[in-house]
Nanobody, 116 residues
Framework: QVQLVESGGGLVQAGGSLTLSCRAD????????MAWYRQGAGKQRELVAS???????YYDDSVKGRFVISRDDSKNNVNLRMNSLKPEDTGVYFC??????????WGQGTQVTVSS
């Protein structure tokens, strides 16, 4: 049974930092490209960053240079360090494999709110 548990969100002022964590169980974690997504109010969920099993990374242009994704395969964890946060980073952040199939399980996410 797949379980995705995100944590670490909160309220932070613009320019601040947060580190999000995700534990992913029930997936072949070490073999997967894992990713962080976010969904702003009234918007579709969008890909923020992903990390391959060999630690190759991808970042959306909006977060490049500010966010750092990492993984710990021994703990089935994927983390997202977010620096220099902006109000437009506000949203609910989710972790999952890259390009999950339609109808795939998603966790509750963790809310990030950046005040100006």
């Amino acid at each position: 049974q797949v379980q995705l548990v995100e944590s670490g969100g909160g309220l932070v002022q613009a320019g601040g930092s947060l580190t999000l964590s995700c534990r992913a169980d029930g997936l072949p974690f070490s073999a997967l490209i894992m990713a962080w997504y976010r969904q702003g109010a009234g918007k579709q969920r969008e890909l923020v960053a992903s990390i391959m099993p060999n630690n190759g990374v991808y970042y959306d242009d909006s977060v490049k240079g500010r966010f750092v994704i990492s993984r710990d395969d021994s703990k089935n964890n994927v983390n997202l360090r977010m620096n220099s946060l902006k109000p437009e980073d506000t949203g609910v952040y989710f972790c999952n494999r890259l390009q999950p199939e339609i109808g795939a399980y998603w966790g509750q996410g963790t809310q990030v709110t950046v005040s100006s």
